[in-house]
């Protein structure tokens, strides 16, 4: 069986693992007997670039029972479970990926998940799909569709398709209700709490914590440090989202006047350089920075590298850099990658449940049509059947309208 891992004896804890996350992901198991039954991915071979965790297991076990053959690698150098990834390579899955590759090693894996020649495609961040149109331009006829899931990517194949560049079609998973509605703002709002605890271990309480961005995820994260007792400044440069941050409660001021105040900075932007080179020296001495975006360019590192004589690994996730002027102290988690992948586990299982049951579900609907190329949301009542879904997993039953309220909502005659 052809897989890279970093240790296929680590395959029994990862078992476990996916065993735990299975037991929190009941929408998900409930699509999976649907495909069992269905088998809509007979003959379909799937190509995989997520972070390999226990959620992303449990989804590829999904894609299998309907008839799939998967190939997978991470989407981020430092997300993989080594565990999860070496039980997946024991029960067949072509598996690549590790805790801590090189570059050279990434971009090895996401063409050996080219190497599969996938009929359909399931991103995270959309470095396979521009893989494959920049370097393996012969694979594309035999695409038929793909998935992409987070804000980050779908930002990627908006601008692919503006430019023309896109050669098929691709469904934004992140735009389903049941996922940037939950996984960007509980999901990402908990586990970069969780991130940044596991890194520093430090105390919220009384602490000024810098939400850099606004948006889904950023609105997650400012409330749960902010609940935990953290003193909340947003930065934003949206003036809908900055407003709503002032009626949430924070305050809101650009990132010059908030860079003397901040113990803690967290950006959430989907952007470059969202904490510039030109900010660590207005820093407090001890400040901590962490990233929850889907990439390593929110925060300029290389530029901090360049600003510190010393660098240091100080605890597991957590670098110290010294700068040149002044001896401040900047303490970074996760070397600027995605905090609550690399220093933690990523997202709770049911909050994954949820974008996954996205993911498997636009895969069905994408390969049941021929979609021409460009971008995809799923219909609403798709939308309607996760949530219920995932209402019926948490034993939670709802009303429905009567007869006379549909035909109300539906009419345009009834007024005062």
Not at 19 to 38: D, I, N, P, R, S
Not at 60 to 80: D, E, F, H
Not at 182 to 191: C, I, L, R
Not at 287 to 295: P, Q, R, T, V, Y
Request: glycine share 10%; with cysteine; charged share 25%.
């Amino acid at each position: 069986m052809d897989y890279k891992v970093k240790d296929i004896k680590l395959s029994r804890e990862g078992k476990m693992q996916l065993e735990w996350a299975e037991k929190e992901m009941g929408a998900l198991l409930e699509v999976k007997k649907h495909f069992q039954k269905e088998k809509p991915f007979k003959g379909e071979r799937v190509g995989m670039a997520l972070h390999v965790t226990k959620e992303t297991g449990v989804l590829v076990r999904t894609l299998i029972a309907g008839g799939a053959k998967v190939a997978i690698t991470g989407c981020n150098p430092l997300s993989t479970q080594d565990d999860v990834a070496a039980a997946l390579a024991e029960e067949g899955v072509h598996v690549y990926a590790k805790k801590g590759e090189t570059k050279e090693e990434y971009y090895e894996y996401l063409n050996k998940v080219l190497d599969f020649n996938p009929t359909a495609t399931i991103d995270d961040g959309l470095d396979l799909v521009t893989e494959l149109h920049t370097k393996r331009t012969d694979l594309l006829k035999d695409i038929k569709v793909g998935t992409e899931e987070t804000t980050t990517g779908v930002i990627r194949a908006r601008a692919m398709a503006k430019e023309g560049a896109l050669k098929y079609a691709v469904i934004a998973v992140n735009d389903n209700k049941t996922k940037h509605l939950f996984d960007n703002y509980y999901g990402t709002g908990q586990s970069t709490i969780d991130g940044i605890l596991r890194a520093t271990n430090i105390l919220f309480a009384g602490k000024t914590f810098v939400v850099v961005g606004y948006g889904s995820c950023g609105k997650g994260v400012a409330l749960r440090a902010k609940g935990m007792g953290g003193n909340v400044i947003v930065v934003e440069v949206n003036p809908i989202a900055a407003l709503q941050a002032k009626m949430d409660g924070f305050i809101v001021m650009p990132l010059e006047h908030a860079l003397p105040l901040g113990d803690v900075f967290i950006t959430v932007t989907g952007n470059k350089h969202a904490i510039p080179k030109t900010a660590f020296r207005s820093m407090k001495d001890g400040a901590i920075l962490a990233n929850s975006g889907h990439f390593d360019v929110e925060i300029d590192v290389k530029g901090l590298e360049q600003m510190s004589y010393s660098k240091r690994r100080l605890r597991w996730q957590l670098d110290e850099y010294t700068l040149r002027r002044g001896k401040k102290k900047i303490y970074l988690c996760a070397e600027g990658r995605l905090v609550n992948l690399g220093a933690a586990e990523g997202h709770p299982s049911t909050v994954m449940s949820l974008s996954f049951c996205g993911q498997a579900l636009a895969l069905e609907y994408g390969l049941k049509r021929k979609l021409e190329p460009g971008i995809y949301t799923l219909p609403e009542h798709i939308d309607e059947r996760i949530a219920r879904l995932q209402l019926k997993a948490m034993g939670v039953k709802i009303g429905a309208l009567t007869k006379e309220q549909e035909r109300y909502l539906n009419s345009w005659k009834e007024g005062t």
